[in-house]
């Protein structure tokens, strides 16, 4: 398997991530001591998957925990129910407009899931880009998460940059060109990273990143 098409999908597969992270950046060994072991954190893949996604944008992880239950009573995981529920009906489960657009738009776009996980990251993220309302962000939690890539990082991501800013004592949190450019030292583990410094962000703020 390449690198690029490597995937988490495992316990084992993060310890052989955050070990060789640990070896190749010694200041994520105090990291990963104290989030150790890191959470898998996967998510379903295909529409669910990204809707889900969708709903985190720009919330609390408590809103949009409370938004995913609210669509899973209302049946919002399904494209055509999404369509059916129409706008009305998206923003009754809380979704924000923009939101309900983005989940109608992404219903009726019949996206190929199947055919996005035969792509590499950067394909794959470029792909979920050209759908209304998902951004560098989205696209790359997608590919971390429901896809299982172990080289994917979302460097617009706040709680990451924050994280970040602790873990390598820099004096301003970093932007995100910033903080792609240093992630680019651990690859072809960065979903590793990722998970070590969201885990971390909860430890120094008491509370959920994403």
């Known amino acids: 398997m390449t690198a690029e098409h490597r995937r988490i999908k495992t316990a084992e597969d993060l310890a052989e991530g955050a070990a060789w992270l640990a070896q190749a950046e010694p ?7 104290r989030t150790s072991p890191l959470p898998l954190r996967l998510k379903p893949p295909g529409f669910r998957g990204l809707i ?33 529920a129409g706008q009305d009906g998206l923003r009754a489960a809380g979704f924000s407009r923009p939101k309900a657009r983005y989940a109608e738009a992404l219903a009726a776009a019949d996206l190929d899931y199947e055919a996005l996980e035969t792509l590499d990251d950067a394909d794959a993220i470029a792909r979920l880009c050209a759908l209304p309302g998902i951004g560098p ?8 998460f429901c896809m299982g890539r172990a080289d994917a990082f979302p460097p617009g991501d706040l709680a990451l940059q924050v994280a970040a800013q602790h873990v390598f004592d820099l004096a301003d949190r970093p932007k995100p060109e910033v903080l792609d450019e240093m992630s680019q030292a651990w690859s072809p583990w960065r979903s590793v990273a990722a998970r070590a410094l969201f885990a971390y962000y909860r430890v120094i703020k008491q509370r959920e990143g994403l």
């Open 52 to 84: 889900e996604i969708i709903i985190s944008q720009q919330v609390s992880v408590a809103s949009a925990n409370a938004i995913r239950e609210r669509a899973e009573v209302a049946g919002l995981y399904q494209p055509q129910l999404v369509l059916a």
């Open 27 to 33: 200041r994520f060994r105090p990291v990963l001591e």
């Open 137 to 144: 962000w989205t696209a790359q939690v997608y590919v971390m």
